[in-house]
């Protein structure tokens, strides 16, 4: 997906020193994964649920974040969905492959974004799913 095909969209009051991922903080599919990422990421990336921090980010709809994740860097591009899972990753673990696959691979960002909707759509199954591995 090329920067230039679509706009960026943009917070007026980016978080200051580096992005900051906004999760559904009453999702314990949510809650989980962003334990683990917390333990791998250390002072990379801030975790925070959007029912705390979403006010500070009026430009994302509360109907944004129910859909979905919403990663926000320091610059103020916003990302949703599983582009921001896959910025998030890279920032967190500082593995970028799958973030360059997004960018450049045809199929892959439609592929992967039908993936994470197929998964939010279905939080409770893929919760009880990760708990068994």
Known sequence: MSESAVPRRRVARPPPGRPVLLFDGECGFCR???ERW??????????????????????ISRAEFDRAVQLIEPGGDI?????AIL???AVAIRRSWLLAAYERMPGF???AEAIYRIVAGHRPLFLRLTRLL
């Open 79 to 83: 990302y949703s969905g599983a582009e």
């Open 38 to 59: 917390r333990a791998a990421a250390g002072s990379r990336l801030d975790l925070e649920t959007s029912q705390s921090a979403g006010p500070r980010f009026p430009e």
């Open 32 to 34: 989980l994964w962003v």
């Open 109 to 111: 960002a439609p592929a």
């Open 87 to 89: 910025r998030a990753r």
